[in-house]
């Protein structure tokens, strides 16, 4: 009893501070003690574990779309004929 609540105490500091761990963010890092026992618990907990790399797999789609292309100049001359169109037909 006392170890399944000791568990659930580590599982939700862990929680707290995985993103911070992944995204090494300067202005919210964490201590060197704290990266230290979140690897750890990280290294012995299933659960905690998969979070973590379901938050690195929503990193890496994330990080994907920066990379994404601009938009093609056809579509945005579509879209200003459109408009132009449009603010042409404009009874005001």
Request: aromatic fraction near 4%; glycine fraction near 4%.
């Amino acid at each position: 009893m006392l170890g399944t609540l000791r568990q659930m105490l580590t599982c939700h500091w862990s929680a707290r501070r995985i993103q911070r761990y992944l995204d090494a963010d300067p202005a919210a890092r964490l201590t060197p003690g704290e990266t230290s026992r979140l690897e750890e618990h990280l290294a012995t907990c299933e659960r905690c574990a998969e979070v973590a790399a379901e938050n690195r797999a929503l990193h890496r789609a994330l990080s994907a779309w920066t990379g994404m292309r601009s938009v093609d100049p056809r579509s945005v001359d579509r879209v200003r004929s459109f408009l132009s169109t449009i603010d042409d037909e404009d009874p005001r």
